[in-house]
């Protein structure tokens, strides 16, 4: 069974921190690219970031370059987001999503076949 776990929301105030979590499994890890996506109420859902477990590539939003740093450990199956300086509009539920490799555009959805359940960041000002 194929299961992406979200864990590391929470509550924090503007300028603070977070890191997300995704845990895999149920499939082969190394062909898959893990991307972030995110959706506050009313929005649509957005492509925040992305890598590849094959090589390391990451792909990053312009609304997050410099703030949000993602990284994966393959021997754990894990992918993290690092979440810095946090503003009131990264509030939104953030899921993890897995894409076979080789991938397209990372943050078109349809690129994914799995989808975790979510987890919800507010970022208080």
């Known amino acids: 069974e194929v299961q992406l776990v979200e864990s590391g929301g929470g509550l924090v105030q503007a300028g603070g921190s977070l890191r997300l979590s995704c845990a895999a499994s149920?499939?082969?890890?190394?062909?898959?690219?893990i991307g972030w996506f995110r959706q506050a109420p009313g929005k649509e859902r957005e492509g925040v970031s992305c890598i590849s477990s094959s090589d390391g590539s990451t792909y990053y939003a312009d609304s997050v370059k410099g703030r949000f740093t993602i990284s994966s450990d393959n021997a754990k199956n894990t992918v993290y987001l690092q979440m810095n300086s946090l503003k009131p509009e990264d509030t939104a539920v953030y899921y993890c999503?897995?894409?076979?490799?080789?991938?397209?555009?990372?943050?078109?959805?349809?690129?994914?076949?799995?989808w975790g359940q979510g987890t919800q960041v507010t970022v208080s000002s």
């Open positions: 149920g499939f082969t890890f190394d062909d898959y690219a």
């Open positions: 999503a897995a894409a076979p490799l080789p991938m397209g555009y990372y943050s078109d959805y349809d690129e994914y076949d799995y």
